[in-house]
């Protein structure tokens, strides 16, 4: 009977002859394994170790109760951290690496809501509502495990943003790329599943021939939003079908890099860009907008709010509103006269 190699196990002997035996792990806490090595409490004790969570990193490094060491702590927290996206990680990783380099020694019992809106005071109003949303996840966390009483960013405001974010591509915009790009182009591949599926790039960059079905009404694509994680259904328009048809496509991904490997979302969203450029477009012209002018495209063809969240994935009805703002008011006007006609 061959024996089973157990790693991780450091043991030592006191001065009395006591054996001590610990799972040691590097990035891992140490846990003591109590019992013989093979006995049921041995081996119970050395699985947990084994599964268990990795040690926040610079916790052991940073005073308990500082910024720092609840910043570690926060990492390794599922439900507040481990269960975002990875964009949101990105994010949030970047906005309290920079919070622990300046405030990292810090108690976090010492950080009062005055405090946090002095921070954020001095930052754009964009950059400010992220690091408020980041900010309010870690205190509420903070709270959690007893670090905090209260929550001061819970109390935080921020004036409105005055702004419809990226904007939307007009017909002419969408005519211009179209004839600069022809059909059977990858740049005009990525313009028609951003422009037909009304779908974010992180989602575009992940469909693949793989994900579209046969439905009683036609063919569809099948796709899991990686923002919300929701799922929807895209019955495939002709005009996509067309630009499907015509470009040829061997890989997992129909958008794929010049090696032919999927792109990530900010190499795509580059690469779009130059694609933009070459057709003469301004640089307000980004994929994001794309999707808003799916929207108000289907605004403008009499779709209701509801339908059009059914398409784009939105949760909230006031995003779709916000995103159709551009639809063309003569257009809806005719659509509507003519309905009531």
Known sequence: ?????????????????????????????????PGLPGSLEFMTAYQTALAGPRSAAGAGRSKPGSVAAVVAEYFDSQ???????????RMRRSILGRFCAAHGDKPMALLPAEWIEALLDSKPLHAAR????????????????????????????????????????SDDEIAQYEAHHPLGTKP???????????????????MGRQHIRQTPDGEALYVRQQKTGKEL??????????????????????????????????????????????????????????????????????????????????????EVARYTKAADQARLARNAIARTG
């Open 1 to 33: 009977m061959s024996r089973i190699r157990l790693r991780y196990i450091h043991q030592w002997v006191d001065r009395e002859g006591r054996v001590h035996r610990y799972f040691r792990r590097r990035g891992y806490p140490r846990v003591p394994l």
């Open 130 to 169: 992220s690091w408020l949303m980041t900010l309010r996840s870690l205190c509420e966390f903070a709270v959690k495990r007893g670090w905090l009483r209260t929550n001061p960013a819970a109390t935080v405001k921020l004036p409105p943003v005055r702004s419809d974010g990226f904007p939307t591509w």
């Open 233 to 318: 259904m895209l019955p495939i328009r002709p005009e996509l079908r067309a630009v499907l048809a015509a470009t040829p496509s061997e890989h997992l991904t129909f958008l794929v890099t010049a090696t032919g490997k999927p792109f990530s979302g900010n190499h795509f969203g580059e690469t779009f860009r130059e694609w933009c450029d070459a057709a003469g477009l301004p640089k307000h012209c980004s994929a994001h907008g794309l999707r808003k002018a799916a929207c108000r495209r289907l605004a403008e063809a009499g779709c209701s709010a509801n339908e059009i969240a059914a398409i784009s994935g939105h949760a909230s009805l006031d």
């Open 188 to 206: 005009r591949l990525a313009l028609a599943l951003l422009l037909y599926t009304a779908q974010r790039r992180s989602d575009v960059i992940r």
């Open 79 to 89: 439900q507040y951290f481990g269960s975002k996206s990875a964009g949101t990680q």
